[in-house]
């Protein structure tokens, strides 16, 4: 099952190139907003299951041209990420000690909608392409081996940075939370339908170049270690996103006008547009790219704009 939210926030399950409005079946579950209503349904999801399923059999698909589709999850109580959580293709000798942080729910965005990047002299702005886990179902100190029966479904996510900022060693809070710098979406594709998490093809294009092409078999820490290690940290709860983390070889140089589209296997496509007031600019090569040329550091530095470095 696909479900979504559109337009002033209605519940919908895709239905082939349309969407079924089932708002009325889940009416009944406990919320004040679309954020707890979305998480109300999911912890209850055995009871509303069938009655969700016979309602998009029956209903009227609206085509999804003709909808505004929203953010899935539109606050999360926690977003979970795992930081360097990939082998590049083999370029890392061993798996990073398994890490995460946490950005702000104030960061979620939709399909079609847009980041912002701030007027900070940040080195570079990225996204990250990634498969986040939906919770199903409150998770705390969860074992590994029981850690696929807590995963309620998946979703395509950005993780959206802003590299380098000052002062040195001290900028990882500032560089991942910013608002709009986590789209999600275009809807929750439930466990059922994804037979395995870790064999998925994701890739991201910048205005129509395929930038990033990986595979999620190349993750360092699977999923459900991934979920025994959040889970000693904190409690998660349901509708909770954790996000696992992507190859940083074909990062690249977000900037004004950027149309970018995220398409994990199964997932469907993801699409969002970049703003930025200033009109930076960087070159358009991604970190192996540059790596490739011989040159130092991960990314090109900036080439114009507010904040780029001054000519020799």
Known sequence: MKILYFDDFKLGILKGEGVVDVTSVVKDVPHLGPHD????????????RKRLEEAAASGQAIPLDKLQIRPPLPRPINIDCMAVNYMEDGTRAEPAPINAFLKSP???????DTM???DVPAGVFEGEAEIALV???????????????YVF???????GSARTLPPPGNT?????????FAPIGPY???ADEIADPHTLQIKLWVNGTLKQNFNTSDMAHKIPRCVEFVSSIHTLEPGDVLATGTNHRGLNAFQDGDVVELETEGLGKLRINVRDDLKRTWPRDTRLEYKTKGAKGDFALQLTGKYAPSAG
């Open 116 to 118: 912002v990047l701030p």
């Open 188 to 190: 929750i594709v439930t």
């Open 172 to 180: 990882f809070y500032q560089m991942k939370s910013r608002e709009t």
């Open 106 to 112: 104030n960061s979620v965005i939709g399909h079609a």
């Open 153 to 159: 479904g998946y979703t395509n996510f950005i993780d």
């Open 37 to 48: 209503l979305i998480s109300g349904m999911i912890e209850r999801f055995a009871e509303y």
């Open 135 to 149: 919770i199903g179902k409150r998770a705390r100190n969860v074992k590994a081996g029981d850690a696929m029966s």
